[in-house]
């Protein structure tokens, strides 16, 4: 007797667990609704290394200790590097190009605008060109690098190093345009 009382509470502690978790009728938007009014992300990845392909060719890596994913913000969705981030993008025949680090950066998803935070380094491997700024935004639409912050730009191979604050480039470092410039350049004397 003590068998068939101790199966049928069993049974029935089984019946009342299942009738609960299939009671539970949340959809996915009311938890999107329910994670973005508490400010909280809807997945978070830890050690991330994302590869980006086009074709069956890589064309660039993301590699982040943290990132939380804010894609459920209806009017501007983002991602959030909150301890740094390095982008390694691939160009030249898949030979690593450009590479971008930062302490702290925000992309969001709808403009493709990323900003960039905190000892933010970026390197033209190809043409040996280095940017070290405390901010910079990433327009990944147009290729194109903007701050307002100060900056430094080395240029290796034409042996100048220019300062300022305030610059503009092609995402590769070329085409540059900055602000308030300070710094030591080699002209060649037809040049002028």
């Known amino acids: 007797m003590k068998i068939n009382s101790y199966i049928l509470t069993k049974n029935i502690v089984i019946a009342l667990a299942v009738a609960m978790f299939f009671s539970c009728k949340n959809s996915t938007k009311q938890v999107r609704d329910f994670l973005a009014e508490k400010n909280m992300p809807i997945a978070v990845a830890k050690d ?8 069956g060719q890589i064309t660039s890596k993301l590699i982040t200790p943290l ?6 913000r209806e009017d501007h969705p983002y991602n959030e590097f909150p301890k740094g981030i390095k ?4 160009e030249n025949k898949g030979k690593d190009s450009i590479t971008i680090t930062g302490d702290y950066a925000l992309s969001y998803t709808k403009t493709a605008i990323s900003e960039i935070r905190g000892n933010v380094v970026v390197i ?8 070290e700024t405390d901010q910079l935004f990433w327009d990944q639409k147009t290729k194109y690098f903007f701050s307002e912050k100060r900056f430094t730009l ?39």
């Open 124 to 131: 033209n491997h190809t043409e040996a060109s280095k940017l």
């Open 154 to 192: 080395i240029r290796m191979k034409e042996r100048d190093t220019t300062r300022g604050f305030g610059f503009e480039s092609r995402e590769n470092l070329s085409k540059w345009v900055s602000k308030n410039v300070t710094g030591e350049f080699n002209i060649k004397e037809n040049e002028l």
């Open 48 to 55: 991330a290394f994302h590869v980006y392909k086009d074709s």
């Open 67 to 72: 990132m939380r994913d804010f894609r459920n």
């Open 87 to 90: 982008i390694i993008n691939f």
